[in-house]
Every structure is written in C-alpha cells, then in structure tokens.
Nanobody, 118 residues
C-alpha cells in the first residue's frame, strides 16, 4: 500500500510561481517505482496529464501547454517529486493530482487546489 500526499497548492498570480510537492509513504519498495507525475482537473473539465518524471533515469514529459513553464524534478532520498510552475496562467487553475507508479499500480493522492487569479 502506497500513500501519496500532495502539498503546495494555493493562490498564485498570473505570471507568478507555485511549487507543488508529492511524497509517498507506506510499505513498498522504492526500487519498484517507475514514475511520478501530475494530472490536473479544472471545474467541469476532464482530468488531463500535466507532467511526469521517470524514476530511474529522470526522463521528463510535459503536456504542450506547460512545456517551458513547468519543471518536474525528483528527490531520490525522500522518494518525492516537485512541480515548479512558473509564469502561471488562469488556465492553470485546477485541482492537481499526483500519482506514483509502483509495482504495476498507479497510486493517487487526494489532490491540491491551484488557483491562478489576480
């Protein structure tokens, strides 16, 4: 069982920055982690992929609309990942969900709200 906890959401201004954190706990082998990533869901919208980082080699993937603005990094020592969001736009407003792929299962957090507004 893997517990995934996100933090760092809140209110950001257009053009500003926020950093989200995602950490895993529970009984699992960290060596079985394949990737950590983020999805988001805006009100009335579908859940959409945002970014992912592979655990072993740190390869990153981003949706087109955040490429160049968002950066995902991993913290091997703490089995965590971070999503630095720069140049925020109102369209980035959503609940952000972190997931961890471990042992063939995608474990999800409860989500953290990000609101971009002046």
């Amino acid at each position: 069982q893997v517990q995934v906890v996100e933090s760092g959401g809140g209110l950001g201004q257009p053009g500003g920055s926020l950093r989200l954190s995602c950490a895993a706990s529970g009984r699992f082998w960290t060596s079985d982690t394949v990737a950590i990533g983020w999805f988001r869901q805006a009100p009335g919208g579908e859940r959409q992929f945002v970014a992912e980082i592979t655990w072993e080699v740190g390869r990153t993937h981003y949706r087109d609309s955040v490429e160049g603005r968002f950066t995902i990094t991993k913290d091997d020592a703490n089995h965590a990942a971070y999503l630095l969001m720069n140049n925020l736009k109102p369209d980035d407003t959503a609940v952000y969900y972190c997931y961890i792929e471990n042992s063939g299962t995608r474990w999800w957090g409860q989500g953290t709200q990000v609101t971009v507004s002046s």
